[in-house]
């Protein structure tokens, strides 16, 4: 099999097994709510093959992987419906920035050279 039906072989079988529940949870209810669980999922791969000028034999490679981040749930009741992410962003970047500023302030503060 060559380059090019190696990467429909690998294609194919992405598309064979890719659906909606690789993104949203089965749904969980309870207490009259409906909690649906959201992921972000990501597939990397890559291939290749070739052979020396003049020989037979050929060589080729691959690999790949699926990489996934839960983002959240999906909360459905009879009032509303929305999404509770699983971290809040904005305090995650506020306390990288908090400590970039610390560390800048000590590292000037108690510097030897």
Same mark, same amino acid.
């Given at each position: 099999?060559?380059? @090019?039906?190696?990467?429909?072989?690998?294609?194919?079988?992405?598309?064979?097994?890719?659906? @909606?529940?690789?993104?949203?949870?089965?749904?969980?209810?309870?207490?009259?709510? #409906?909690?649906?669980?959201?992921?972000?999922? &990501?597939?990397?791969?890559?291939?290749?093959?070739?052979?020396?000028?003049?020989?037979?034999? &050929?060589?080729?490679? =691959? =690999?790949?992987?699926?990489?996934?981040?839960?983002?959240?749930?999906?909360?459905? #009741?009879?009032?509303?419906?929305?999404?509770?992410?699983?971290?809040?962003?904005?305090? +995650?970047?506020?306390?990288? +920035?908090?400590? @970039?500023?610390? =560390?800048?302030?000590? +590292?000037?503060?108690?510097?030897?050279?």
């Amino acid at each position: 099999m060559g380059s @090019v039906g190696i990467i429909e072989a690998v294609r194919d079988s992405l598309v064979a097994h890719s659906d @909606v529940k690789m993104l949203f949870g089965d749904p969980i209810t309870s207490q009259g709510k #409906t909690i649906i669980p959201v992921a972000k999922v &990501a597939y990397g791969f890559g291939v290749g093959a070739g052979n020396a000028r003049g020989q037979e034999n &050929a060589g080729g490679g =691959g =690999g790949g992987g699926v990489h996934a981040l839960p983002l959240g749930v999906v909360e459905i #009741t009879p009032e509303r419906t929305r999404f509770i992410p699983i971290s809040d962003r904005k305090k +995650l970047a506020g306390a990288a +920035l908090a400590g @970039v500023v610390l =560390g800048r302030f000590f +590292l000037r503060r108690f510097s030897f050279f």
